[in-house]
């Protein structure tokens, strides 16, 4: 299952808040990736995610698998103002 978002965040997907989502994500019993530009990267490595540099106002997908996990990582990136 998969979502698109647009990062609202002004800085983009730096480097607090990645390593925020990062460990939010992998509290998250699942495989849970991040899709930006046609990359794939793993949501609980804070390497994979820096290596993707979101810009703000870029639209990028999260895909887990099941939607409660997605509807929690949501639930997340609203909460952080990410979305």
Same mark, same amino acid.
């Given at each position: 299952? %998969? =979502?698109?978002?647009?990062?609202?965040?002004?800085?983009?997907?730096?480097? =607090?808040?990645?390593? @925020?989502?990062? =460990?939010?994500?992998?509290?998250?019993? %699942?495989? /849970?990736?991040?899709?930006?530009? @046609? /990359? %794939?990267?793993?949501?609980?490595?804070?390497?994979?995610?820096?290596?993707?540099?979101?810009?703000?106002?870029? &639209?990028?997908? /999260?895909?887990? &698998?099941?939607?409660?996990?997605?509807?929690? /990582? &949501?639930?997340?990136?609203?909460?952080? @103002?990410?979305?």
């Amino acid at each position: 299952m %998969e =979502r698109n978002f647009v990062l609202t965040a002004p800085h983009g997907l730096h480097a =607090r808040p990645a390593a @925020n989502f990062v =460990r939010f994500a992998s509290t998250l019993p %699942e495989k /849970i990736t991040i899709k930006f530009n @046609n /990359i %794939e990267a793993d949501a609980k490595s804070i390497m994979a995610v820096m290596s993707l540099a979101v810009p703000a106002k870029a &639209e990028f997908a /999260i895909a887990a &698998e099941s939607v409660e996990s997605l509807d929690k /990582i &949501e639930a997340y990136l609203k909460e952080n @103002n990410l979305i």
